[in-house]
T-cell receptor, first 115, second 110 residues
Framework: ETGVTQSPTHLIKTRGQQVTLRCSSQ?????VSWYQQALGQGPQFIFQYYREEENGRGNFPPRFSGLQFPNYSSELNVNALELDDSALYLCASSSGEGFSYNEQFFGPGTRLTVL | DAKTTQPPSMDCAEGRAANLPCNHS???????VYWYRQIHSQGPQYIIHGLKNNETNEMASLIITEDRKSSTLILPHATLRDTAVYYC???????????FGAGTRLFVKA
């Protein structure tokens, strides 16, 4: 069974640029959630996708957007990058709808640095 | 989703039980208690969850008080590899706004 993978592992961008982060779900999982984790803080929920539709969103502006594909892999897109977007971006997959009764399996994250 | 309160840090001697408390006094009847941990530079790892009964698995035990306003995660024989940040989360069925607090940083010392 393959776990959750994310790419790239590290990324450096400059203010105003756009970035796309990718996530492959664990086999058999149809729900993907994305989190932002600033240094020294807990992960903050960005949004969740279930069967290719956004299924809930945290307190993040519209320049944070996502996609889920038929194979349940996912992308997180961030436009007009700001310095405060520097963080570890985590992807988590689970089976069933939403958080439900099922635990989430997290990937190792993508470390984004915005200069 | 209800919020949780955890101590910022705790120490534990290797081989001893680590008891990590969590307060969730505003928990609703349909909300579960979940515990995750995050070892430095890795993604969070699921540990255990429960609704009202105590639960045990190969990693830990979860004790939930009768009024469900608090819980304790027990690592029965802590090892150095258990040094991590432990997050207590409450979330209802189908809840998707998973709210992680600051967690408890557990230091297991030799």
């Amino acid at each position: 069974e393959t776990g959750v993978t994310q790419s790239p592992t590290h990324l450096i961008k400059t203010r105003g640029q756009q970035v796309t982060l990718r996530c492959s779900s664990q086999s058999g999982h149809n729900t993907v959630s994305w989190y932002q984790q600033a240094l020294g803080q807990g992960p903050q929920f960005i949004f969740q996708y279930y069967r290719e539709e956004e299924n809930g969103r945290g307190n993040f502006p519209p320049r944070f957007s996502g996609l889920q594909f038929p194979n349940y892999s996912s992308e997180l897109n961030v436009n007009a990058l700001e310095l405060d977007d520097s963080a570890l971006y985590l992807c988590a997959s689970s089976s069933g709808e939403g958080f439900s009764y099922n635990e989430q399996f997290f990937g190792p994250g993508t470390r984004l640095t915005v200069l | 989703d209800a919020k949780t309160t955890q101590p910022p840090s705790m120490d534990c001697a290797e081989g001893r039980a680590a008891n990590l408390p969590c307060n969730h006094s505003t928990i609703s009847g349909n909300e579960y208690v979940y515990w995750y941990r995050q070892i430095h530079s890795q993604g969070p790892q699921y540990i255990i969850h429960g609704l009202k009964n105590n639960e045990t698995n190969e990693m830990a035990s979860l004790i939930i008080t009768e009024d469900r306003k608090s819980s304790t995660l027990i690592l029965p024989h802590a090892t150095l590899r258990d040094t991590a940040v432990y997050y207590c989360i409450v979330s209802n069925t189908g809840g998707f706004k998973t709210i992680f607090g600051a967690g408890t940083r557990l230091f297991v010392k030799a």
